[in-house]
């Protein structure tokens, strides 16, 4: 048995905890998913027990694959400062945060984007509901956040709009006139969810939150079961298990803006807004992984 942590399968498990899974993490590393599988799987071996457990449609880490965690993290600190001593300089990584709805479809083209940009950086993402990206960006943690909503500061620059659609369940029954909406939101505050409610308010239909989550699977899950009717953000890209409706009041679309932390070159920023806006104005459809780790909760 191979009982050797080597640097290269730690650094893809430490990526897939830092990008939410290991599609997104074969992405920030240039690698392929199977590359990243396959790192895990050796790090599996070289331990003795499973690191990675499935949990419905996604996964999560086991209690010995956080403990792998928090060891690689200090595994890789230590070998990066042992080549900064002999003067080889690692290259630089730039945080990237954004919410759930427009992680699985932007975040790779914008990896690949910043190999032109700034081909000595690495990406880290970071993935969780606005308010807190917010915060992580004011004090410093994120170096670019892509957030929905108005861009009324100087460190915001609009993108684009994301264009919002509903979906059911494919033999979901719309209620009966004059009885309420059921429909699935996410946890407040959340800007799709005001969007939600404020088009049909405007429309006159009377709603009844059938469900919330804190998650975009667990919003997924109860359209899919049949618990009502959610507005998403997807890209053109209709989620396994679900179908669009177009038979609901169609809501106007979110702006969306990069922000960008001082400091940051130019050149990364203006590339990756050019990016987002080509993206935002003919969108490209991925594949969304079937595995990613739920790290930070909310969308």
């Given amino acids: 048995m191979n009982r050797t942590l080597d640097i290269a399968p730690l650094r893809s498990f430490v990526a897939v905890a830092d990008a939410g899974g290991f599609q997104r993490a074969a992405d920030a590393l240039h ?24 949990r419905g ?18 595994i890789l600190a230590l070998h ?55 915060e992580s960006f004011a004090a410093g943690r994120i170096d670019l956040a892509l957030l929905i909503g ?19 369940a494919p033999g979901w029954r719309p209620p009966r006139r004059g009885e309420p909406l059921p429909v699935v939101a996410f946890d407040h505050p959340c800007a799709l969810r005001d969007r939600a409610l404020t088009t049909l308010a405007h429309h006159a239909v009377p709603v009844a939150i059938a469900a919330e989550a804190n998650q975009l699977a667990g919003v ?23 179908v669009p409706r ?16 001082r400091g940051v070159k130019p050149a990364v920023s203006e590339r990756l807004a050019q990016t987002l806006r080509r993206l935002l104005t003919t969108p490209v459809l991925t594949e969304v992984p079937p595995h990613d780790l739920v790290l930070a909760k909310g969308a």
């Fill in 80 to 134: 990066d400062e042992g080549l900064r001593s002999f003067g080889e300089e690692p290259h630089g990584t730039l945080v990237i945060g954004s919410t759930e709805h427009a992680a699985a479809q932007l975040l790779p083209h914008l990896a690949t984007a910043l190999d032109g940009a700034a081909p000595r950086y690495g990406v880290k993402f970071r993935i969780d509901r606005g308010t807190k990206l917010r």
């Fill in 150 to 168: 108005p861009a009324d500061d100087p460190h915001a620059t609009p993108v684009g709009d994301l264009a919002l659609t509903w979906y059911s």
């Fill in 220 to 242: 997924q899950a109860a359209v899919s079961a049949g618990a009502g009717v959610a507005l998403l953000a997807t890209l053109g890209q209709t989620p396994d298990g679900l």
């Fill in 31 to 54: 690698l392929s998913q199977g590359a990243v599988s396959q790192h895990v799987r050796r790090l599996e071996s070289a331990i003795g027990r499973p690191l990675v457990e499935r």
């Fill in 57 to 74: 449609r996604g996964s999560r880490f086991t209690a010995d694959g956080e403990k792998l965690l928090n060891l690689a993290r200090g």
């Fill in 246 to 261: 177009d038979d609901l009041p169609r809501p106007k679309p979110l702006p969306l803006a990069l922000w960008t932390r």
